[in-house]
C-alpha cells in the first residue's frame, strides 16, 4: 500500500446498514431530561444540538446516521440541521473508532511547522491512513483543522482530551508506545523558534535546546 497516494473522496453510503442495535437506541429519562435542559438555554432548539450529539456519542461511542436521527428527533429539528452539525466537527466520530483517537493538526501553522509530516509519520508506523483504524482497534488517525494551540505547532489532540505540543517524530514515537503500555507521558511545552534562521526551513530542529514557555500573567493590578 502506497501511504502517501493521493486520497480519492468517498461518498457515505445513502442508506447504510444500522449498527446500533434498535432496543438500544434511546435515550434513557435521565438523558432526556439533560437534553431538555440544554435546549432551554438557547433560544431555538437548533442551539443544542452540539451539546445533545456529544452526549450520545459518549453514550453510543461514535455517530452513525441512526444516532443522529434519534438525537434529531428528541430535540424536534430537523435529522439534516443535526447531520450537518455532526459531519462538520471531526471531533464527532461518524464511524466507530479506536481506543486512541489521534487528531493532528494539518491546519497553517502546523502545516508549516510539520503538520503534515507528523501525519505520515504516523500513517508509516501504524500502517494505516489518515481516518482509518489499526486492525487491533488501538489507534484511529486523522488530520484535522486548526484546534486553537497555533502557538504550539505542530500539535494534535488525543480522543477529544489532552493536546500535545510541538511535536517530533521521536516524540510520536514515545507517544505511542506509552499508549500501547496503558499510559500516557508528559512533555513540556516550548516556545516557538523567534526567527527566520532558527527555523532551519519550516522544520525546527532545536526543540530541546529552547527554553520552557511561561504564559505571561494576563491580569494585572489596578490602583
Ligand atoms: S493551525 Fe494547528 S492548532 Fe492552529
Redesign the pocket.
Known sequence: MDLHEPEVAKLPPRNPEPQVDPDALVFSAEEKERIAGYQKRYPTAEGAIMRALWLAQEKFGFLPPEVIRLVADELGVPYASAYGVATFYTQYYKEKVGRFVLDV?T????QLCG?VDMLHHLESKLGVKAGETTADGMFTIQGVE?????GS???MQVTNGPYIYNLTEDKLDELIEAMRAGSMPGFTSVTLPQDEDEMGGNRRTDIDEVAVYQTPPVAREID
Open positions: 493538526c491546519c497553517f501553522s502546523c503538520g486548526c484546534l486553537g494551540a497555533c505547532a505542530p500539535m
